[in-house]
């Protein structure tokens, strides 16, 4: 898609929102977005765009700075990109939303290695998180707020 190409190009301010809801891009405008520097502030919306998990962890490279917003939901994305996400330095402030995906147990357990920031929200609510990816959630939210992170993650 040469519009997404040309977007990616782009800079984008502080502040932008974009919302790229109901698209339908595909892999290579996965592949462009990915190479955009999304600044302090920035909310990114993809959502209802099918996308998989090849085509999100190409996202899942994206340099996501303080504050930025990156709504997911309801795509198809699963354990594999989950697992890319959870090797992302997430820094203050960042929002992710993943409502409505295809996200189990064993993402949870990859991502609970993550050491959440100061502020990091992530909306994993309507994917298909059991009692035992609830029960790991948890503690990992736990975990950080005794070290005096104040943090959300939805289940």
């Known amino acids: 898609i040469k519009w997404v190409e040309s977007l990616a190009k782009m800079e984008v301010k502080t502040g932008v929102k974009l919302n790229l809801d109901e698209n339908n891009i595909g892999d ?3 592949k462009a977005l990915a190479q955009m520097k999304l600044k302090e502030g920035v909310s990114f919306k993809l959502g209802m765009n099918k996308i998989g ?3 999100a962890k190409a996202l899942a490279q994206m340099k996501l700075q303080p504050g930025v ?3 997911l939901w309801y795509n198809n994305i699963g354990d594999e990109w989950a697992k890319a996400l959870a090797q992302m330095e997430l820094k203050e402030g960042v ?3 993943l409502e409505e995906n295809n996200i189990g147990d064993e993402w949870v357990k990859a991502l609970a290695q993550m050491e959440l ?3 990091v929200t992530i909306n ?3 994917n298909k998180i059991w009692s035992e990816g609830k029960a790991i959630l948890q503690k990992w939210q736990d975990d950080a707020r005794a070290r005096g992170v ?3 993650v939805y289940r």
């Open 69 to 71: 917003e990156l709504d």
């Open 124 to 126: 994993l609510l309507k």
């Open 28 to 30: 290579a405008g996965a």
């Open 117 to 119: 920031k100061e502020g």
């Open 95 to 97: 929002t992710i939303n």
């Open 53 to 55: 998990d090849e085509w």
């Open 150 to 152: 104040n943090c959300k």
